[in-house]
Structure formats: structure tokens, C-alpha cells
């Protein structure tokens, strides 16, 4: 590998803005949800979770490749997460990192133990502080929306706390489009910080946040870190039609192993799927494109992502050295065709229902360089 003028290695990812901020960040970013094991959350008690040597390895290698961005979230593994990530950290340089988490799950008993309001956001990140053993988080997320709360409230503790010094910049999670839209205008009005990021599922089996919350993304300048880009390992071009995945081998035949029945949106059933031509159809696609470039499947799934031009980072998650370091290929040095970017869109795309169809067709040809993008037209980047 070739070094750089300073005798280091050169990273094997490029780094982008985070929306319209001056935070840069490598173009991949490690999802930590299997750092960890907690039995009492069948989420995380599968066979693809990480013992703290195990996650520490890959952040080893992740940070050795240039990735500097890490994501975690208190709910994970009901902190264990973070302590595994803030462990780790006592053995770096903590300005190289760019360290996210979030708030809003439910982390005890009390009444007040969950939720976006003041007093459990300043508990909550004092608590993800305290785990990650630093004294500063560079994004905080809200991981959700809060119907109990006020948006005025949420925004105004998230802004105290940037005041203080406890966290540089904030971002949202999994919101729909007109919440997404009401944070963006009331924090402008209240003249306080707002929101840089927007942490989605998106993938080529989920687009639908192209409708709404990418459009407010590319009109306020929100860079989003798309989550379950493989879907759950759908994606990754493993699994063959009418043959039932391995439930020791991957999330996917965990969830399909379990009596229960019960699906999470980071790794659907595989009733769906199994006979739908839809997925197969995608998949053969996806195949095609990386044998044209000599890549893996995962690696055109997370590139297709890359070149959205919405996109500041794509955050994925890695059970092994192997896992992470084939993921981390899409990240720079190659590029999907113009024409292969528009088969896998025409592959992965379904219907668009009313008024979806009509407003974005009626504006296809209305470009105007002196109002801002043109939200309908110009969607992806090189």
C-alpha cells in the first residue's frame, strides 16, 4: 500500500461533509448494534453478536483502513455498546474520531426513563458520556420521534448541550417527512442549533424515504447515513431461493429460526422473501454489476448508496475482519456506470403512488440554479 508524505498508509475511504456542516467524515461508517451481547433483548442475543476482543479487533482494523467514523446508540445492548466503544477509546487519539450515539429508548423502570424530554436527554447523555468514557459526543441523535413531547423541548435541551461543550453536533433518526421538515423550520425559528444528519433505512429494498424525508434533506442541506444498507444481509448475495438460511449464520435465519415469528425492520422475515421475484430479480442485477467490476454483491449494494448525492456516509455493520474489510472496498476507487446505476434503480424501484408520480413528473424539467437543487432530477453523485 502505497504512503503518504508523513509515512502513513493511505486510508482506503474517502471523506465527505456531513450535510452542510464542516464535520468530515469517512464515507463508511461502523455501526456498532453487535457490539455486545444482552440475552434480556432478543435482538441482541443472536449468534452474530461481538464479545469485546471481537469489536475491538474490527475497530482496529476499521480505524487502520481511515475509517474515523462510529456509531452507537444507548439501547444497544443496553449499553454495552458503548462501553465496549469507550473501553477502546482510552486507547486512541479521540480528536481522530468522530463518536455518534442517540436518545429516546427506554433505559429503566421510572416513569421518566424514556422519551425526548429535557430531563431524560441531559440524563441520557450524561449516562452515554460516563459509558464512552469521554467528555464529548461529535453527533447526538435522537432516535425516533416523541409524540409526548414538544418539539420546542427536544430542541432547545440538544442546543443547551451543544452550548456546554457535551456534544458538537446534532442529528435525528427515523422520522417521517413532515416531522423532519418541523425540526428543520422550528429550530431556525428559535434561531438555535439545527440538525446536520438524517440516520434513515434506505437501501435498494427500502426507497421509499426518497419520497419525503430526502427531498427536505436535499433542500436544507441534511446529509443522510442511511442504516441496514444490506437489508439485514438480503443484500449480500448469499442466501439461494427455496433454500431456508442458516439460523447460526446470519441475522436473517436467526429471526426466521425463532418460534416467535417476530421481524425488526434491520432483518425482515424471510417469508417475504423467499418466493418474491421482485428480491430475486434484484438480486441477479446486483450480480450482474459486480461481475462487470469484479466486486462482491455488498460492495454494489453500499456503492449504489454512495452515489446518491444525498449521502454523506453509509453505516455498516461488521460480525467479522472479513465482513468489514469487504464492506469497506466500496467505499473509494471505483464506480458504478451511469447505466448500471439506472438499472439497479429501475430494478429496485416499484410503483410511486399519488401524488408522488404526478408532482415529481410535473417538475422534472424545472431546473432553476438560482433555487437551490433540483430535488427530482439531480440524485446522484460520482
Given at each position: 500500500m ?7 498508509p493511505?486510508?482506503q475511504?474517502?471523506y465527505r461533509?456531513?450535510?452542510?456542516s464542516?464535520?468530515k467524515?469517512s ?5 456498532t448494534?453487535?457490539?455486545g451481547k444482552?440475552?434480556a433483548?432478543e435482538?441482541?442475543?443472536?449468534p452474530?453478536?461481538?464479545d469485546?476482543?471481537e469489536?475491538?479487533?474490527?475497530l482496529d482494523r ?5 475509517g474515523?467514523?462510529?456509531d452507537t446508540a444507548n439501547?444497544y ?12 477509546l ?5 480528536e ?5 450515539t442517540?436518545?429516546?429508548?427506554t433505559?429503566g423502570?421510572g416513569?421518566?426513563e424514556?422519551?425526548?424530554?429535557r430531563r431524560h436527554?441531559?440524563?441520557?447523555c450524561?449516562?452515554s458520556?460516563k459509558r464512552?468514557?469521554?467528555?464529548y459526543i461529535d453527533?447526538?441523535q435522537?432516535?425516533?420521534?416523541d409524540s ?11 442546543d ?5 461543550g457535551?456534544?458538537?453536533y446534532?442529528?435525528?433518526?427515523n422520522v417521517i417527512?413532515w416531522?423532519?421538515?418541523k425540526i428543520v423550520?422550528?429550530?431556525?425559528a428559535l434561531?438555535i442549533n439545527?440538525?446536520i444528519g438524517l440516520q ?8 421509499h424515504p426518497e419520497?419525503e424525508?430526502f427531498q427536505?434533506?436535499?433542500?436544507e442541506g ?7 444498507p444490506?437489508?439485514g ?7 439461494q431461493?427455496?433454500?431456508?438460511p442458516?439460523s ?7 429471526v ?7 421481524t425488526?425492520?434491520?432483518s425482515p422475515?424471510?417469508?417475504k ?13 446486483m450480480s450482474?454489476v459486480?461481475?462487470?467490476h469484479?466486486?462482491?454483491v455488498?460492495q454494489v449494494a453500499l456503492?449504489?448508496l ?5 449521502v454523506?456516509?453509509?453505516?455498516i455493520g ?6 468489514l474489510?469487504?464492506?469497506m ?8 456506470t451511469k447505466?448500471e446505476?439506472e438499472?439497479l434503480d429501475?430494478?429496485s ?5 399519488y401524488p408522488y408520480?404526478m408532482?415529481f413528473r410535473?417538475?422534472?424539467?424545472r431546473?432553476?440554479p438560482f ?5 427530482f432530477?439531480e440524485?446522484?453523485?460520482?
Open positions: 502505497a504512503g503518504t508524505t508523513t509515512g502513513q493511505s486510508p475511504v474517502a461533509f456531513l450535510g452542510k464542516g464535520l467524515v464515507n463508511i461508517c461502523l455501526g448494534m453487535t457490539f444482552n440475552s433483548i435482538l441482541f442475543n443472536g452474530t453478536q461481538n469485546e476482543a469489536a475491538h479487533l474490527i476499521f480505524v487502520e483502513m481511515g474515523n467514523f462510529i439501547i445492548s443496553f449499553g454495552i455498546s458503548e462501553q465496549i466503544i469507550g473501553n477502546w482510552q486507547k486512541q487519539k479521540r481522530n474520531l468522530v463518536i455518534a442517540k436518545v429516546r429508548a433505559m423502570q416513569p421518566n424514556t422519551g425526548l424530554s436527554i441531559l440524563q441520557m450524561d449516562d458520556l464512552l468514557q469521554t467528555d453527533l447526538y435522537t432516535h425516533g420521534w409526548a413531547v414538544p418539539i420546542e423541548e427536544t430542541l432547545r435541551a440538544l443547551d448541550l451543544v452550548k456546554c457535551k456534544v458538537r446534532i442529528g435525528v433518526c417527512g416531522q423532519m421538515q423550520d422550528k429550530a431556525e434561531g439545527s440538525i434513515q433505512q434506505y437501501s435498494l429494498l427500502c426507497r419520497l424525508e427536505v434533506c436535499r433542500n441534511i446529509g443522510v447515513l442511511p442504516w441496514s444490506l437489508k444481509g438480503l443484500l449480500t448475495g448469499k442466501f431461493r427455496g433454500v431456508k442458516d447460526e449464520g446470519s441475522r436473517i435465519g436467526f426466521a429460526a425463532k418460534e416467535s415469528g417476530r425488526f425492520q434491520s422475515g424471510w417469508s422473501y423467499e418466493n418474491n421475484d421482485f428480491y430475486w430479480n434484484l438480486v441477479d442485477v450482474k459486480a461481475k462487470n469484479g466486486k462482491s455488498p456503492r449504489w454512495l452515489q446518491k448525492n444525498v454523506s456516509s453509509v453505516i461488521a460480525t467479522s475482519i472479513k465482513q474489510e469487504d464492506n472496498g466500496a467505499s473509494t476507487g471505483w464506480t458504478i447505466e446505476m438499472e429501475t430494478a424501484s416499484e410503483e410511486l403512488p408520480e408532482v410535473m417538475n422534472i424539467s431546473k432553476n433555487n437551490g437543487p433540483s430535488s432530477v440524485n446522484t453523485q460520482e
